[in-house]
């Protein structure tokens, strides 16, 4: 890059038939601005047009895959305006209270997880270190996921009186009674115990996650596109009869009711807990 410019936030880079997305803020953990968000929708778009791509790997650049959305850093930016992608919901930017919220959260968190959930071509999740709240988001719209021995996995924002984040999908990729614990307690669940209950598929040495997801990227890259493509779509459809699909939307609508709540008894819509507070409280 030359001098002055910014340092992309999202990376992307194709080696043969995988192509990798690299979430690019390491110095906040890879926290989710809009900017990355959108970042991330312009990459898996690429990824989607290009005729010579036949796996994604979303990775996270740094010690952590992602710690969520950003509550907190310099580059916060949920004010801004951006082009939508994902929905007709308007703009955000000149809109107040839970109008605003609304709006930005079905585009942003809800509208772009749903719709990169459905990329006809295999995703698979490298993940290390820390994949909270946010983060799940982002790793549970992927088909696999590759988890190195550090990871842990967590959604604290019960802290908040919000009932989990906006792509609700816990009942689906664990046990109801184990999202209920996951969620009550905020506690971290560590990669060994995700594979038991099977919300990732493999777990590795932190020194090898890298090696071996491209490798189980490269296997994948082996299948007829078309053959990948509709087993994808078959799963999916699978889990939206289970439910998924009315799911999120019900648990979205408690979100923002959540959010509404904080915005009338508590200082904000994240009843007060900014990200020192989070750290606290162990998050």
Avoid at 37 to 42: K, Q, W
Avoid at 107 to 116: A, F, Q
Avoid at 198 to 216: A, F, I, K, Y
Wanted: proline content about 6%; glycine content about 8%.
């Amino acid at each position: 890059m030359t001098a002055g410019e910014e340092t992309p936030v999202v990376r992307y880079a194709r080696q043969g038939p995988v192509a990798t997305v690299t979430m690019n803020r390491p110095d906040y953990r890879n926290a989710q601005n809009s900017a990355m968000t959108y970042a991330l929708d312009r990459a898996f778009y690429r990824a989607a047009d290009d005729d010579g791509v036949k796996v994604v790997v979303l990775a996270g650049e740094g010690r952590h895959f992602s710690a969520g959305h950003d509550i907190g850093s310099p580059g916060r930016d949920a004010h801004l305006p951006f082009d939508r992608r994902a929905g007709l919901w308007w703009d955000h930017s000149d809109k107040a209270g839970a109008e605003s919220r609304y709006a930005r959260e079905s585009e942003v968190y809800l509208g772009m997880c749903r719709r990169w959930r459905e990329l006809p071509k295999p995703v698979i999740a490298s993940v290390q270190g820390a994949c909270v709240a946010g983060g799940l988001m982002l790793a549970w719209i992927c088909d696999l996921i590759v988890a190195a021995d550090d990871a842990f996995f967590a959604d604290p924002v019960v802290r908040m009186g919000i009932p989990g984040v906006e792509y609700f999908a816990h009942p689906w990729v664990m046990p109801p009674r184990i999202a209920k614990e996951f969620l009550y307690t905020g506690e971290r669940m560590p990669a060994q115990r995700a594979y038991e209950l099977g919300m990732v598929n493999r777990v590795v040495p932190r020194t090898e996650l890298s090696q071996h997801t491209r490798q189980l990227a490269e296997r994948i890259a082996e299948m007829p596109r078309m053959g990948l493509a509709l087993t994808k779509r078959a799963v999916n459809q699978a889990e939206d009869l289970q439910g998924l699909h009315p799911g999120l939307d019900s648990v979205f609508g408690l979100h923002h009711l959540a959010h509404a709540h904080n915005a009338e008894t508590a200082r904000d819509p994240l009843g007060g807990m900014d990200i020192a507070k989070m750290k606290e409280a162990g998050s």
